[in-house]
C-alpha cells in the first residue's frame, strides 16, 4: 500500500490544472466545498457525493470497554462517529486498481 496521503495543496492544484481558475480561486473552492461538507456533517445531516460515496454521522452508546494493559473496565462514553461508505462505483475503481488515466497501479 502506498503511505502518500493526498493534501489540501495538492487537491488544490488539481482544481487548478482540471477546471482552469487561478491558484487562488481553486483553493477557496476546495475550501468552501469541504467547509459546506463539515457544516452539514456536524448539524447530523448526510452527505452524498455521487459516484463516490456518502458520509454520515453515527451515534454510539455508552459502552464498557477494557485497558488492555491492566485489564480495568473503563466506561466509553456516548459519542458520534464519521460513517464513510464508498459508492459501488468507487469500489469497483479500487478494486479494478484503475487510476483516472486507465494505467494500473
Given amino acids: 500500500m502506498a503511505d502518500e ?3 489540501r495543496a495538492q487537491l ?13 480561486e481553486s483553493a477557496d473552492l476546495l475550501e468552501t466545498v469541504l467547509d459546506e461538507i463539515a457544516t452539514a ?16 454521522v453515527r451515534s454510539k ?6 485497558n488492555p494493559k491492566t485489564g480495568e473496565v473503563v466506561p466509553i462514553l456516548p459519542r458520534r462517529v464519521l460513517v464513510f461508505r464508498p459508492s ?3 469500489k469497483k475503481r479500487i ?3 484503475v487510476t483516472k488515466s486507465g494505467s494500473n497501479e
Avoid: C, M, P, W
Fill in 5 to 7: 496521503t493526498i493534501t
Fill in 12 to 24: 488544490s492544484e488539481a482544481v487548478y490544472q482540471e477546471v482552469g481558475l487561478s491558484r487562488n
Fill in 41 to 56: 456533517l456536524a448539524q447530523g445531516e448526510s452527505v452524498k457525493i455521487s459516484s463516490f460515496g456518502s458520509f454520515s
Fill in 61 to 66: 452508546g455508552q459502552r464498557v470497554g477494557r
Fill in 88 to 90: 459501488q462505483l468507487l
Fill in 95 to 97: 478494486n479494478d486498481g
